[in-house]
Nanobody, 126 residues
Framework: QVQLVESGGGLVQPGGSLRLSCTTS????????IGWFRQAPGKERDGVAC????????HYEGSVEDRFIISRDNAVNTVYLQMNNVKPEDTAVYYC???????????????????WGQGTQVTVSS
């Protein structure tokens, strides 16, 4: 199973922007739909966005759909999450995962998915 690595997190002020990256050191990402998830302290991990293998079909959770943009560049084996107009409630550890289940605004990990990486911390604070 493909092992994904997240990067790009950091401290950002409310209203600012940040771009997260998801890649792999092993297999190609090109054959996988990819999802971004986040987990805030004391809360469950929730789906944020997902993108199909060809990059055309995308899904977003309701609170981010007007602010975040998911994209992929298969030439460099990377999926991105552009976070714009960030809010304090976006503070969380962000993870990417292969083959999520995406339907409308609901993004869930594939049942039984356990191959979570270390994630990347995003902190939104002034």
């Amino acid at each position: 199973q493909v092992q994904l690595v997240e990067s790009g997190g950091g401290l950002v002020q409310p209203g600012g922007s940040l771009r997260l990256s998801c890649t792999t050191s092993g297999a190609s990402l090109n054959n996988y739909a990819i999802g971004w998830f986040r987990q805030a302290p004391g809360k469950e991990r929730d789906g944020v966005a997902c993108i199909a293998t060809n990059g055309w079909r995308k899904h977003y959770e309701g609170s981010v759909e007007d602010r975040f943009i998911i994209s992929r560049d298969n030439a460099v084996n990377t999926v991105y999450l552009q976070m714009n107009n960030v809010k304090p409630e976006d503070t969380a550890v962000y993870y990417c995962a292969a083959e999520p289940v995406c339907m409308g605004r609901r993004i869930d990990p594939r049942p039984g998915y356990r191959n979570w990486g270390q994630g990347t911390q995003v902190t939104v604070s002034s």
